[in-house]
């Protein structure tokens, strides 16, 4: 999938097929874009509608008349993998969003942890999630996804164990040899359901947390003999899952 992605809530093969896109999107098109009659261009819901479309003309500075022949759904993938992101330093949680809507993560929940030194209150915790769920609407178009990555509200570390144990297979991402962290890279995956993957914030997971989580269900896992940031670390372990569950081959 090459060609351009623009979001619209709703469009179908209705008027013969014309579809005019507008707005911040059409102006997008049209002047920094700068399609031309007969490029292709994809229109996408985010949540797995699409459509292949033909450009027919531009007009003016922000509308594109496309031709949209039919509309196709693109299913969910299995196994859906959820990564739980503790709040990073900084524009860091952005970047983790960037990066693993960029690699195929279904869901990221942002996890106030004991640990975390940035903390989402009030307004400031909702326009942090905007950024968030804005970073990923843009990384889902730049990386030509049409079904982009739900981004739900922050999570306490009661609701993370909940997912957890409702999880096909959890994981914890902790580099405590001493407590019996296996390789992430030799863990029996299944092929269909829910893996839910908890990345720690820069301190680490506190020990009651941990237990908290085992008790849900989840092992404590370890990527490599390296340290990974916590803004790098869940993108690392999703390719290393999207692989070995045969959703990249």
Same mark, same amino acid.
């Given at each position: 999938?090459?060609?351009?992605?623009?979001?619209?809530?709703?469009?179908?093969?209705?008027?013969?097929?014309?579809?005019?896109?507008?707005?911040?999107? $059409?102006?997008?098109?049209?002047?920094?874009?700068?399609?031309?009659?007969?490029?292709?261009?994809?229109?996408?819901?985010?949540?797995?509608?699409?459509?292949?479309?033909?450009? *027919?003309?531009?007009?003016? +500075?922000?509308? *594109?008349?496309?031709?949209?022949?039919?509309?196709?759904?693109?299913?969910?993938?299995?196994?859906?993998?959820?990564?739980?992101?503790?709040?990073?330093?900084?524009?860091? $949680?952005?970047?983790?969003?960037?990066?693993? @809507?960029?690699?195929?993560?279904?869901?990221?929940?942002?996890?106030? &942890? &004991?640990?975390?030194? @940035?903390?989402?209150?009030?307004?400031? $915790?909702?326009?942090?999630?905007?950024?968030?769920?804005?970073?990923?609407?843009?990384?889902?178009? /730049?990386?030509?996804?049409?079904?982009?990555?739900?981004?739900?509200?922050?999570?306490? @570390?009661? /609701?993370?164990?909940?997912?957890?144990?409702?999880?096909?297979?959890?994981?914890? *991402?902790?580099?405590?040899?001493?407590?019996?962290? &296996? =390789?992430?890279?030799?863990?029996?995956?299944?092929?269909?359901?829910?893996?839910?993957?908890?990345?720690?914030?820069?301190? $680490?997971?506190? +020990?009651?947390?941990?237990?908290?989580?085992?008790?849900?269900?989840?092992? =404590?896992?370890?990527?490599? =003999?390296?340290?990974?940031?916590?803004?790098?670390?869940?993108? &690392?372990?999703?390719?290393?899952?999207?692989?070995?569950?045969?959703?990249?081959?």
């Amino acid at each position: 999938m090459t060609a351009p992605v623009f979001v619209v809530e709703h469009f179908d093969a209705g008027d013969g097929g014309r579809y005019v896109l507008d707005g911040p999107e $059409g102006r997008h098109a049209v002047s920094v874009k700068r399609l031309q009659p007969g490029e292709d261009v994809i229109l996408t819901d985010g949540a797995g509608r699409w459509a292949d479309c033909v450009v *027919l003309a531009a007009e003016g +500075k922000d509308r *594109l008349v496309v031709q949209l022949d039919s509309v196709s759904e693109e299913p969910q993938a299995q196994p859906r993998i959820t990564v739980v992101q503790a709040l990073p330093k900084g524009d860091r $949680g952005e970047l983790a969003v960037e990066t693993m @809507t960029e690699v195929g993560v279904d869901a990221v929940v942002p996890w106030q &942890a &004991a640990r975390c030194i @940035t903390q989402w209150k009030g307004d400031r $915790g909702l326009k942090a999630l905007g950024k968030w769920r804005a970073t990923a609407r843009e990384a889902g178009k /730049q990386s030509r996804r049409v079904r982009f990555p739900e981004i739900a509200d922050a999570a306490s @570390t009661k /609701q993370v164990a909940a997912l957890l144990a409702k999880a096909d297979f959890a994981a914890v *991402l902790h580099s405590d040899f001493e407590r019996g962290s &296996a =390789p992430l890279a030799t863990a029996e995956l299944p092929d269909r359901g829910e893996i839910v993957l908890v990345v720690g914030p820069e301190g $680490g997971v506190a +020990k009651d947390e941990l237990a908290l989580f085992e008790e849900a269900g989840a092992r =404590p896992y370890v990527l490599g =003999p390296t340290v990974l940031r916590t803004s790098t670390a869940g993108t &690392a372990a999703a390719a290393l899952l999207l692989g070995r569950t045969g959703r990249w081959s």
